[in-house]
């Protein structure tokens, strides 16, 4: 049958516009996939078969999602009564239904492509969690993108679309092919069966095949993967993951944890408590400022030529200055996790976003029981991603911008809000750097006042889409990453200086490191350069000092205690880099569902299909060769890490 009859067919049935669609999704979606494909091809390891497998793997979904958006359709054309086809109802009700699936195709196929930029991938549990605060992500979409244009390229794509169906008399098909209810059934209840089939057959790991990112997420939908994320927001680890016997894993940890200067508190095999002994307690104020998507390779020591840091860079002389150091993940829960919790990446949400996450074991657990007050210091509404119920539930006081969001109001600890009149700018994430930076002063004076040690978490938000600060404060325009990062560190340095004029300043010191990189896209699952972050430690009694041993961001505040010479009890995963053996340093990287430990310049990964793959790393450019041959001893450690972390934090063995 040559292709005119075909369409010559397709014209004369009820069922017609339900074959143009499905047609024309498909198209667009193989269109996508050659764009993202030509789009990331530096990344691509151009294997002919692997990617005719990602393409024919992706035709498939394709299927299964264009079939899963007009599955009501076919019902529709199924059970309308025979004697109303083509009348004003009909029509109503058929453009109406074919309206919202179309502004749904187009508005999810544009939004891949900002999307594969900052990830590498299809949507995910990212696009599932955003969902959920409708007000950041609708305005930092407005301040972002042009909407007033994408509304119109929607609109007008839908009535170009309904034009064609028109003119190629599809339309008319749709409205004049008054086929009775038996012969419409041998369309629909094929076309439901096969879409319920797919459905139940087609997984999105199926696409995992190759040890190539891009090439896996060519062979996906980025709407069926939405929902597949949707489906699988929480990963139980001793289903999906590689497992040891429990009392080995704990074995291996409790060697793995383990620093000349801790003794553990009891010999229970599952017990990690220790006590950390040292001399010359001191107790300085401490400022812990957390930047946003804040990358290593923004800094002149990494080699950026660009100028964008010139403060940072010049602090990072004065201080004691991590320069081998990796963030844990690719939100900034992720590295609140790190920081607080200190414990490796567990699978799927942070702990951050979980229930039952309030009194673990934490920082703040220490910090109160050196008699710091703690604060919690955010430019947003900390209703974003759950952080004030988690900081509010280890102790933290709240100050943040309260956008009146009900939900917010079951912190358990004091919250204070950010007035209007002490912000002069404000985007959709939250209040500029600046006018953040001058809340921390404002609660430091006040902790100075009722003489007592104050612990501030400072989280920015400026380094952040739509990249908006302040005009005139910088020689960037506005809307651009590097602007934003120059921006960052323009704030930063107004803000030292400001705090070199307080009386507390002589004792307080400052720690200012990055959430996570700017981007997580590349060839790789894990693409460990885009871990990458700075830290440093500022007005500490020490002469400045690079340490350019592998530091894992859980390992940040241990190194700090360290440095304060604090004696305390922990059951934190990390370690003080300068009681760290040489030799044992590590660092974790994960994202949702692939966790991995760096050692040794071998990279042990493990995933939710209980695989196990080892990767020779080189130095020079992080880049991978995978290992035949595995490390079984670094495989091992590498379960006990990730085994035991998410094993505790189910059963409760986290909390104080």
């Known amino acids: 049958m040559n292709a005119g009859k075909s369409v010559a067919i397709l014209k004369q049935d009820r069922f017609s516009s339900f074959f143009a669609i499905l047609g024309l999704y498909i198209f667009l979606s193989f269109f996508t996939r050659i764009a993202l494909l030509t789009w990331s091809a530096k990344d691509v390891d151009f294997n002919f078969l692997n990617i005719i497998r990602a393409f024919f793997t992706g035709f498939i979904f394709d299927i299964a999602t264009g079939l899963t958006f007009l599955s009501l359709y076919v019902v529709y054309l199924l059970v309308f009564p025979q004697r109303w086809i083509g009348s004003v109802a009909d029509k109503i009700s058929t453009y109406f239904y074919l309206s919202v699936i179309l502004i749904i195709i187009y508005f999810s196929l544009m939004a891949e492509f900002p999307f594969w930029d900052e990830f590498g991938v299809r949507f995910n549990f990212i696009a599932v969690d955003y969902l959920v605060y409708t007000y950041e992500v609708i305005s930092n979409i407005n301040q972002s993108y042009p909407l007033s244009l994408i509304v119109t390229a929607l609109i007008a794509l839908v009535a170009l679309t309904f034009y064609l169906l028109h003119k190629t008399g599809i339309f008319k098909s749709t409205f004049s092919g008054k086929k009775p209810v038996r012969t419409r059934a041998l369309y629909a209840l094929p076309i439901l069966f096969i879409t319920v089939l797919l459905l139940t057959v087609m997984n999105n790991k199926q696409a995992d095949f190759s040890n190539n990112l891009v090439v896996n997420e060519l062979g996906k939908n980025g709407v ?35 620093q000349d200067n801790q003794h553990y508190t009891s010999g229970r095999w599952d017990d990690i408590n220790r006590i950390t002994t040292a001399e010359n307690e001191s107790r300085p104020n401490i400022i812990l400022v957390t930047i946003e998507s804040f990358s290593a390779d923004f800094l002149k020591a990494f080699g950026n030529k660009d100028n964008l840091t010139p403060f940072y860079d010049s602090l990072a002389h004065q201080s004691i200055f991590f320069t081998n150091l990796y963030a844990t993940g690719t939100r900034t829960v992720r590295g609140m996790e790190a920081l607080t919790l200190c414990v490796p990446p567990t699978p799927g949400n942070s702990i951050v976003r979980r229930p039952g996450n309030q009194h673990i074991f934490s920082i703040s657990t220490i910090l109160k029981q050196k008699n710091y007050h703690p604060y919690f210091i955010y430019g947003g509404d900390g209703y974003f991603d759950n952080m004030n119920n988690f900081f509010g539930g280890q102790g933290f006081d709240i100050v943040d911008r309260d956008r009146g969001n009900p939900l917010s109001d079951k912190i358990a600890t004091n919250r204070y809000n950010i007035p209007d009149k002490e912000v002069s700018f404000e985007n959709a994430w939250g209040i500029c750097d600046e006018d953040l930076y001058k809340q921390a002063l404002q609660y430091a004076d006040k902790s100075y006042t009722e003489n007592k040690p104050f612990f501030q978490f400072v989280m920015t938000t400026s380094n952040h889409k ?126 949702y569902r692939t966790l991995g430990m760096l050692k040794d310049s071998l990279f042990t990964q493990i995933d939710d299909r209980k695989r196990v793959k080892q990767f020779s790393v080189s130095e020079k450019n992080k880049s991978f060769s995978e290992q035949k041959d595995q490390n079984k001893a670094l495989v091992n450690e590498t379960i006990s890490y990730y085994q035991t972390a998410s094993k505790r934090f189910k059963n409760g063995k986290m909390k104080e």
Request: with cysteine.
């Open 466 to 591: 739509p990249y908006t600060f302040p005009e005139g404060t910088i020689d960037l325009p506005q809307g651009n990453r590097n602007a934003a990062v120059k921006y960052t560190d323009h704030a930063l340095g107004k803000f030292i200086t400001e705090a070199q004029k307080k009386p507390w300043v002589k004792n307080t010191v400052f720690v200012i490191v990055a959430d996570h990189c700017a981007s997580s896209a590349g060839k790789w699952e894990i693409n460990i350069d885009k871990h990458h972050i700075p830290a440093i430690i500022y007005n500490l009694p020490y002469e400045p000092l690079q340490i350019n041993r592998l530091t894992s961001q859980i390992d940040l505040m241990p190194t700090l205690f360290g440095y304060l010479g604090w004696s305390y009890n922990t059951s934190f995963y990390g370690k003080d880099i300068n009681q760290t053996k040489p030799g044992e340093e590590r660092a974790f990287i994960g994202n």
């Open 224 to 258: 069926y993967s939405f929902f597949a994320a949707f489906r699988s927001n929480e990963l139980d680890y001793d289903i999906f993951y590689p497992r040891l016997d429990e009392k080995e894993a704990y074995t291996i940890l409790k060697k793995a944890i383990l």
